[in-house]
């Protein structure tokens, strides 16, 4: 099966950049093919579902693709793999099948996609672990870095726009970061950002989208949520990093952050819509004073 173009994505998992799967037994894929190079999905006990469908577990975006794919699940004996009456068929190692066992290396063949099947516990696994980390997680925080979270909020997108389900964007910014950098330092800043960001996944859903898309600048996705929900999530996120101290100059201080929220709406085109709602509102909370919450008025 000769390697050709495609366009790859992957559907968002729960567990957050940084944090390895302590599954014992797990397997992952690997895209070794396609736009999105180096992606993996980890597989579990759960089946999981290669399509182009926004619905599938492992979504692969070309027309080559059919809506469900193909199926890989585990069994006692290890995983296994299924065409799902496909119509360009599932390769497994360039021989095409209906029903196969995976072994470690493999290589599954799903459109003009090239997939690797690799056991949780091999070297070249932990080496595409590492290859993933370094792609999709800012190195400061763990967080997604803005190039994976915009990715994965276009998903979100997509999947709110299917199903007509709410899709709110956070924008938050750390208020007077700049003279914390002049005053202390780059380091006593870099601190501030990463204790904001641990707030951050302290306060947040397990599944929730958290990036540092800029210098002191983070985003969340509150899906499947109403705006108000989203403004009262985010107002407890506010308090709780104005509640925690911080060490600058060996002083306890007190960090503060303006939040902008805006939800996807009929009549936005793109992620760059929703971006710039959420932007203006953060902007409003800084003129405002900062150190609050704004959001888009109910009219």
Same mark, same amino acid.
């Given at each position: 099966m000769s390697p050709r173009s495609s366009n790859t994505t992957q559907r968002r998992t729960v567990r957050l950049p940084g944090e390895r799967s302590a599954r014992v037994g797990s397997a992952c894929v690997v895209v070794i093919h396609g736009e999105n190079l180096g992606h993996r999905h980890e597989l579990g006990d759960e089946g999981v579902v290669v399509g182009r469908s926004p619905d599938v577990e492992l979504q692969i975006n070309h027309p080559s693709i059919s809506r469900q794919h193909c199926h890989i699940w585990r069994e006692a004996s290890g995983?296994?793999?299924?065409?799902?009456?496909?119509?360009?068929?599932?390769?497994?190692?360039?021989?095409?099948?209906?029903?196969?066992?995976?072994?470690?290396?493999?290589? =599954? *063949?799903?459109?003009?996609?090239? @997939?690797?099947?690799? /056991? $949780?516990?091999?070297? %070249? #696994?932990?080496?595409?672990? &590492?290859?993933?980390?370094?792609?999709?997680?800012?190195?400061?925080?763990?967080?997604?870095?803005?190039?994976?979270?915009?990715?994965?909020?276009?998903?979100?997108?997509?999947?709110?726009?299917?199903?007509?389900?709410?899709?709110?964007?956070?924008?938050?910014?750390?208020?007077?970061?700049?003279?914390?950098?002049?005053?202390?330092?780059?380091?006593?800043?870099?601190?501030?950002?990463?204790?904001v960001a641990q707030l951050l996944r302290h306060n947040a859903r397990?599944?929730?989208?958290?990036?540092? =898309? *800029?210098?002191?600048?983070?985003? @969340?996705?509150?899906? /499947? $949520?109403?705006?108000? %929900? #989203?403004?009262?999530?985010? &107002?407890?996120?506010?308090?709780?990093?104005?509640?925690?101290?911080?060490?600058?100059?060996?002083?306890s201080a007190t960090v503060t952050v303006s939040i902008g929220l805006a939800q996807w709406r009929r009549g936005m085109s793109s992620l760059a819509d929703l971006m710039r709602a959420a932007d203006e509102q953060l902007y409003r909370a800084k003129r405002g004073g900062r150190n609050r919450v704004c959001r888009v008025d109910a009219a």
């Open positions: 995983y296994r793999i299924r065409d799902l009456d496909s119509t360009n068929k599932t390769y497994l190692n360039e021989q095409p099948i209906l029903e196969a066992e995976l072994r470690d290396g493999d290589h =599954i *063949g799903v459109g003009d996609s090239i @997939l690797k099947f690799m /056991e $949780q516990g091999s070297v %070249e #696994a932990r080496y595409h672990e &590492e290859l993933y980390q370094l792609a999709t997680s800012d190195p400061l925080t763990g967080l997604y870095n803005r190039r994976q979270f915009q990715e994965l909020v276009e998903k979100e997108i997509l999947r709110a726009t299917r199903h007509l389900r709410t899709l709110i964007l956070a924008l938050v910014d750390i208020d007077h970061f700049k003279p914390v950098n002049d005053r202390y330092g780059h380091p006593a800043g870099d601190g501030v950002i990463r204790g397990a599944d929730q989208l958290i990036a540092r =898309i *800029g210098g002191e600048e983070f985003a @969340l996705v509150y899906a /499947e $949520q109403s705006l108000g %929900e #989203a403004a009262e999530a985010a &107002e407890r996120l506010r308090r709780a990093v104005e509640a925690s101290p911080f060490q600058l100059g060996g002083e």
